[in-house]
């Protein structure tokens, strides 16, 4: 069994090596960060879009979105800036077949499962259960799809085997995971130069430690507000326990941002409730209704025959007003004698 | 002699570097990490762990990981 493992071990470091090294004649040129920019300039144009419809609370928080979008970018370029410096220096360990073997037979002392797919031309390797700051995250697989190297600014994808998501997001996987992407943070150097020489059991170590550790203050979501989700209005993150929902559109709510329907007494975001035109009371759209004379919105008190208050007092007196000519209309003419 | 250190703790190059005869892996270390704690690095020998009193051989391939490695966004 021992020597069957070992006979497709030395079958992939083969085939392994030979891409490997074809790839590091190629890795002169420099990925762009084309995706990154791309999606900067959507989350502009999202932005713009919230601000003209009014919708403060989406527009704040596209507005974080773009502040990590902008400083993913800028990381990237850093990279390529660092990555066209080192241009001009080349590997002075010369990769063999050898060496990626021993890779592979490292990897598997190292991690609980590695998987070899030569169909699919992907090596993936299985992390322990990870857990940060009492947050559970599951195992991830790590999955280099080798044609990928020296091609993409990320030829791997970290996949939660057993995701236990952001409730902000599913994609969010782990504090520096978004969209099965790594955000590599202090390792991506160590992490471009090791793909760069063929170095597969340190990329897979480095990608291993950052899964491992938890960046506070920079990641896609804090490992605080894991489980919380952002109040539509405020933005600020909410526990489960503390959640109120909106009766009418059902986005979730701060204890601040909630407010009570003075008609029905249901909790509602600002943008479901009004304000009645002549108590100033703020109620649902369910509770207020429209004087049949001025259309203003009021609420069931101050509304009185279809009319609101001011309408129905004018209303009344001019009905005084028409009861009193009409008594005088009325009255018998004196007559001489 | 000669000894390949990948150091991780960086750009992640790979450097044959000369090693005096008798340099175990806790003075290796001191030396390319002077302010680092061991604690803190994930120190492979060939890729196998080893212990810091082990006496570096020719042509073994030394690497230094950091295990507080922090990603971003």
Known sequence: MTKRINQETVEAAIVLHELLVG?????DSISLPTYTWTNIQTLQRQIDTAWQRGWHGAAKRLREDMVLAVSDCRRQLDDMYRRLEDAGRTPCHKLSAADVYHDLVALKNEFEEVDIDLEKKELSVTTDSIVLDEVFLGPFQIRLEWQHIGQSSQPYRVVALDPHPATKSNEITHPHVQDER?????????????LAEGRLFDFFLLVSQLLHNYGRGSAYVELDHWDGEPCSDCGSYVDEDDRYYCHRCDTVLCDGCSHTCQGCDESFCSGCLSTCSVCCDEFCSACLESCQDC??????????????????????????????????????????? | MRCLLIN????????????????TVEKLFAQRIPHGRSADYLIRVNRQPVASDQVLQEGDRVSITPTKIEGAV
């Open chain 1, 23 to 27: 790839k590091q004649r190629h890795t």
């Open chain 1, 295 to 337: 259309r203003k919105r009021v609420c069931d008190e101050c509304c009185e025959e279809g009319h609101c208050r001011h309408c129905h007092q004018k209303q009344q007196e001019e009905n005084e007003h028409d009861a009193t000519e009409d008594d005088l209309q009325q009255e018998p003419v004196a007559t001489s004698v």
């Open chain 2, 8 to 23: 991780n703790d960086g750009a992640g190059f790979a450097d044959y570097i000369d090693v005096a005869e008798g340099t």
């Open chain 1, 182 to 194: 790594l955000c590599e943070g202090d390792g991506r150097a160590a992490i471009a130069a090791a």
